[in-house]
T-cell receptor, first 109, second 109 residues
């Protein structure tokens, strides 16, 4: 069966510091991979998606970037965090349906 | 960016009552999913509907996809406290999943 791992679960970072969130998928090959951000109690905003190694599509221009160095690894990064980057970040994999990791609560202080 | 509006945004009902959540868009989707999310966790897939007019039942939950594949509804019969959570619809367009604005349901014992 397929599993998705996302870490860390929580993160507190100062403004201006870098960010790296990692997501890995097991049990499937060449999955579509996604990064979403969610405001409290609200819907999910699609940030990036990838259909293959090195292929990244950005939905919303912002202070974040994504990379896919391996088939089942998806990384969300920032060089300098802003206060507005705080939120709940979710990684997902899927083809016709999306399956999510446990999420990362990021607080920028 | 595809926009899916969910209504109501918040819903608080007594155990045993029935409820309906709506998901509306001006866009056509190849499929539509419903998810439930607990606080601090990733959304969990409940159902996928693909064909216009399709109705699917999952125990006390009934899902319907609109004839034009632009909207959907989720009906819960005899709600229970375990149904409490954030309900999200998501429409699939190509490789992307666009999520609705969310409906926060609280079922009071």
């Amino acid at each position: 069966s397929q599993t998705i791992h996302q870490w860390p679960a929580t993160l507190v970072q100062p403004v201006g510091s870098p960010l790296s969130l990692e997501c890995t998928v097991e049990g499937t090959s060449n999955p579509n991979l996604y990064w979403y951000r969610q405001a409290a109690g609200r819907g999910l905003q699609l940030l990036f998606y990838s259909v293959g190694i090195g292929q990244i599509s950005s939905e919303v221009p912002q202070n974040l970037s994504a990379s896919r160095p391996q088939d089942r690894q998806f990384i969300l990064s920032s060089k300098k965090l802003l206060l507005s980057d705080s939120g709940f970040y979710l990684c997902a994999w899927g083809y016709t349906e999306a399956f999510f990791g446990q999420g990362t609560r990021l607080t920028v202080v | 960016t595809q926009l899916l509006e969910q209504s109501p945004q918040f819903l608080s009902i007594q155990e045993g009552e029935n409820l309906t959540v709506y998901c509306n868009s001006s866009s056509v989707f190849s499929s539509l999913q419903w998810y439930r999310q607990e606080p601090g966790e990733g959304p969990v897939l409940l159902v996928t509907v693909v064909t216009g007019g399709e109705v699917k039942k999952l125990k006390r939950l009934t899902f319907q996809f609109g004839d034009a594949r632009k909207d959907s509804s989720l009906h819960i019969t005899a709600a229970q406290p375990g149904d409490t959570g954030l309900y999200l619809c998501a429409g699939a367009v190509g490789n992307q999943f666009y999520f609705g604005t969310g409906t926060s349901l609280t079922v009071i014992p």
